[in-house]
Structures are given as C-alpha cells and as structure tokens.
C-alpha cells in the first residue's frame, strides 16, 4: 500500500469562499480518481505545530496508482491554475507499508496463533526455619490472611484466590528458602500446549506437589534449569470473597528469579514456557509477561548464585504501600530497598527483608498492565545497565547504592 498525504496552509488572504471551493475540490477527488482508498481530510488541531491548517491523505494500491493520479492532466491542471494561486505552504508525504496484522483480542478463547504462556503467579511455597514466626510476619508486614495451618504447613491469602504463600516448617534451613512457584493457566488447551512443549524440549514432567492437586482441576511441575519447581495447572480454587482486611495485597505478581544460568533460563522461560520478553536490562534483567498481562509475571536477572530473590505483591495504593511502609519503621523490621520508582513497570515500592522468612517481599503500587493490544505487539525495550533504568528517581548513572 502507499499512503499519501498533503499538509498545506492557504495563504492569509484567501477569501473563505475560495477556500471551501479548493476544500470542496479536494473532497471530490475520489470520485474522480477510484484508484484512491481511504481518502480523508481535516483541519489542523495540533497544539503542537501549527504550522500547516489541513491536513488531506489518500492510499493507493501501488505507487503507479499514485503516479497515475499526480500525473493526468486534470490534477496538473488543478495544481497550476487552482492550487499553486491560494497555497502558501506545503508538505507532501508518500510512503509505502505493510498492513499491520490486527491484533486479535483475548474474549476467553485462544484466538491467537502465538503459543501461549501461563496466565499469571499464584503463589510461591517457601521454606522457613520458623513458621511461626514468618506467619506473623507475612500477616502483620505483607497484610496476607492466614487460612490454614499445622505445624508443618501454612497457606497465606491475599484476596480470592486460595492462596499466595505456602509456608513449610523446615527447621533444618537456616534462611527462608523459596522452592516452588505456581501459575495458573488459562484453559486445559494451553495448558497440553504447554506439556508438550516441555516434554519436546527433554524437561521431566513432574506431580504437582499433592496438596496442591486438591486446590486445582489439572497441572503438572517442572524444574526450572536452576532448580525452582514450577508447577502449572488450571482452574485454582478461590473464595467467594477477599479477606476483610482493608490494608492487605491484591495480587501477587511476580518473582524475581537470580540465576547463574541466564541465558539457559531465558530459554526455558520464552521457548518453552512461552513467556513474553517486555524488557531487558542489558546482560543484567529480562521481565517476561504471562497472558495476565502485567509487565512482568516473572523476571530473570544475571547472578552468581540460584534464589528466587524477592515475590512482588500488588498493594490497593501508594497510601497502602505507605501504610506498609510505615508498619515496618515502626517494628523496626528491615527495609532492604526504600521507595523506588520502576522504570519498567512503572510501579512505585519498597522491599523488606528478613532472610528468616523467605525473600525480599516487594510492595508496590501501579505496575503497569498492557492492554490486549499491546500484549500482542509490544517490543521489548534494550536498556542499558543504568541505575536510573531501574528507579527513575535515581539522579545519576553511578547512583547504584540503597538497591
Ligand atoms: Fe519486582
């Protein structure tokens, strides 16, 4: 196809009757030209850039269309004897494209021909040395609700969905260790889809943990190559409500996965798991997005040793992440990272850390969630390893402390 647009301005003197007889000239063209597709003309309304007052643009199925049309005499006779005496300035455009594919829209069926990835995080099962005590902890400071516990087992909500953490008395461990994540999937298609996919690459198909197979319709695991059990299924059970705790999370989003093996888990998560890449952080990050759609469902990030790093939650606000802020100076309970804002997601938060319950807990406010539109088309961005392309509020390149 080749578009072709004209910008023009009528020099200041023309009469208004003069002006709408070239305006109703041009508006006559397709009638006379069928070659045109798509004809269309306005007046400017940039508040940017006045400098042209319309603006009138036209396809063609080819450029010899186009030619066509510029070079017959009733278009070269209108531009000397009608045009040239009343304009006083112009631009003309032409350019040829490819249509962009329409995006297909997600209604609850699969009408993409992408593979699809896992819909979104539900929980991540951790391993604690004192489960008491990180129940408390994950109550008080993270606003989770505890559902159900024994001594050796606890799960945690943090709004319908069954639940969020899973805490395992592991007195053996010496810090909190998190072993597994769960995500859910969309429907039992993808989710055949995505077995095959990791039986085709020569991963082990693994039970989901068997607690859990009572919490869900149909899943399987699979050991991520830094040894996280990922577990996927459909259908997780959920409440009726959220829990009535007004300063609680409403959703957990994502891990943060460190890995010696970058590139070998970049592989495992958009090949075979068939995550989306929304951004890098050059040789140090990439944020992979599920069919939720959040900016990031899971991120990998370049290290020397294998730990899910920290578990991002989603807070109702800015207010309640402050309110969580505020909980933790006032228990003295340790800030890890104090407010930043996400470059990426475009979410504000803290982290806190106490090695004793897991990984860093991310509190955060408006991480972004692309539109169904963008889910489909987004190109991820190249960011060079700068600290203001990770908290925007840093003022400079060597500002790398208090992360
Ligand atoms: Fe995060």
């Not at 066509?68 to 350019?95: G, M």
């Not at 990922?230 to 009535?244: D, G, I, M, R, S």
């Not at 309640?320 to 933790?328: F, Y």
């Not at 803290?350 to 860093?360: E, N, Q, S, W």
Request: aromatic share 10%; net charge negative; charged share 25%.
């Amino acid at each position: 196809m080749i578009k072709h647009s004209l910008s023009f301005r009528f020099q200041d003197d023309v009469p208004d009757d003069v002006r709408a007889s070239v305006l109703a000239a041009l508006a006559a063209l397709p009638d006379h030209y069928p070659a045109m597709r798509n004809w269309s003309m306005g007046e400017n309304i940039s508040t940017r850039d006045s400098t042209f007052t319309h603006c009138m643009t036209v396809e063609f199925d080819s450029n010899d269309d186009l030619l066509a049309y510029l070079h017959s005499d009733a278009h070269e006779t209108f531009v000397r004897q009608t045009w040239r005496p009343v304009i006083a300035q112009q631009a003309i455009t032409s350019y040829e494209y490819t249509e962009r594919p329409t995006a297909p829209t997600r209604s609850g069926d699969i009408v993409t021909t992408r593979p699809h990835g896992p819909f979104g995080l539900e929980y991540a099962r951790i391993e604690v040395p004192d489960l008491s005590a990180t129940t408390d902890f994950l109550q008080y400071h993270v606003g989770l609700q505890l559902e159900a516990h024994t001594d050796e087992y606890a799960y945690l909500r943090a709004d319908i969905e069954h639940h969020s953490i899973e805490v395992i008395h592991a007195p053996g461990r010496d810090v909190g260790h998190t072993v597994a994540v769960g995500y859910s999937v969309e429907s039992e298609d993808v989710l055949a889809q995505l077995q095959k996919s990791v039986v085709d690459a020569g991963f082990e198909i693994l039970d989901l943990q068997e607690r859990q197979q009572g919490f869900c319709e149909n899943g399987f695991a699979v050991r991520d190559p830094n040894g996280l059990v990922v577990e996927l299924f459909t259908e997780f059970q959920e409440y009726a409500e959220p829990p009535h705790t007004e300063i609680r999370p409403v959703d957990l989003i994502h891990p943060f996965i460190a890995t010696t093996r970058y590139a070998e888990s970049m592989e495992f998560y958009t090949e075979v798991l068939n995550f989306q890449a929304s951004d890098h952080i050059v040789g140090s990050t990439t944020f992979l997005r599920g069919e939720d759609r959040y900016h990031h469902s899971l991120a990998l990030q370049n290290n020397k040793q294998d730990f899910v790093a920290h578990l991002c939650f989603a807070m109702k606000s800015l207010d309640h992440v402050m309110r969580m802020r505020a909980r933790a100076l006032y228990k003295g309970a340790p800030i890890a990272s104090d407010i930043v804002n996400h470059s990426a997601s475009t979410s504000i938060a803290f982290y806190l850390h106490d090695p004793k319950f897991g990984p860093r807990f991310e509190l955060c406010d408006r991480h972004r969630v692309f539109t169904p539109d963008e889910h489909e088309t987004h190109r991820a961005r190249r960011m060079p390893a700068d600290p203001r392309n990770i908290d925007v509020w840093r003022p400079a390149a060597d500002d790398w402390g208090r992360f």
